[in-house]
């Protein structure tokens, strides 16, 4: 089991930054891969940026060069930095862990933390 807590949502101008915040409740040495989702009004969730234990990034077309997924491992936490926001950033912004037993796999996500962009 993993729960993980998400923090640093907000209201922002577009051209503004944030720093989303995910804290894990066990190490992340342990969770073979997280990244950050969001989901805005009337649309599907979608891959934001993910980190796996291999240190291998990816990240959504639509936010390369402006937005940064790190981890602090001492702290079990993964962090989304998120510079020249655009009002399309706006959505409600999901953590999410992926740990891998053997031949299954299990997501866990955070409940959530909103982000608007005002215009």
């Known amino acids: 089991q993993v729960q993980l807590v998400e923090s640093g949502g907000g209201l922002v101008q577009a051209g503004g930054s944030l720093r989303l915040s995910c804290a894990a409740s066990?190490?992340?040495?342990?969770?073979?891969?997280m990244g950050w989702y969001r989901q805005a009004p009337g649309k599907k969730r979608e891959l934001v940026a993910a980190l796996t234990s291999g240190s291998s990034i990816n990240y959504a077309d639509s936010v390369k060069g402006r937005f940064t997924i790190s981890r602090d491992n001492a702290k079990n936490t993964v962090y989304l930095q998120m510079l020249s926001l655009k009002p399309e950033d706006t959505a409600v912004y999901y953590c999410n862990a992926v740990v891998v037993d053997g031949l299954s796999a299990s997501d866990y996500w955070g409940q959530g933390t909103q982000v608007t962009v005002s215009s």
């Open positions: 066990r190490s992340i040495f342990s969770i073979n891969a």
